[in-house]
């Protein structure tokens, strides 16, 4: 055993030069599984970029849907004076609030769905997972907090666009088209 699993290529050259013996470190012997592990959290990354992507085309869609609601009444607020910063800031604000009430029930809803999931156990063949007799499950408390952040942040961005159309809305256009 080595203090440093990843010193293995190191120690097995040493191996080889000092005792004229053949020695194949772990990351060698296994090479092919680590480049798996490595593809699936590609894979995996790549998923949650969709995912991501999609709430973000759906939270845009959202306040779309909103701003064309309410163009009658964003035209009445321009009239009024209401400057295109402060229209923006109102509609990236509502959507700071949608976005907000979405990551709470997200959050406790992944959270009552992971307690669930581990409450069941999920067997697996022991010859394809090195012993493994259950699929492992763990929760690490740090992965809420890279989906809250990036969920808020895909938030505050797909908000940009409608705040930005709501802004430029003509006042006179706005009140005449509703």
Known sequence: ????????????????????????????????????LNTQRVLVNLFYLLIYGIAGFGIANTLITIVAQRTREI???????????????????????????????????????IILLQSYTIEVPQEMYFGLQTLPLEVEPFNFVYAAFFAFIINIISGIYPARKAAKLDPVKAIESA
């Open 1 to 36: 055993r080595v203090a440093d699993p990843y010193q293995a290529e190191i120690i097995a050259s040493s191996i080889e030069r000092e005792s004229g013996l053949d020695a194949v470190s772990w990351l060698e012997t296994n090479a092919e599984i680590l480049n798996l």
């Open 75 to 113: 035209g009445i607020l321009k009239a009024m004076g209401a400057s295109q910063k402060s229209i923006m800031a109102l509609f990236l604000f509502q959507s700071v609030i949608l976005g907000t009430i979405g990551l709470m029930l997200g959050i406790i809803l992944g959270y009552i769905a």
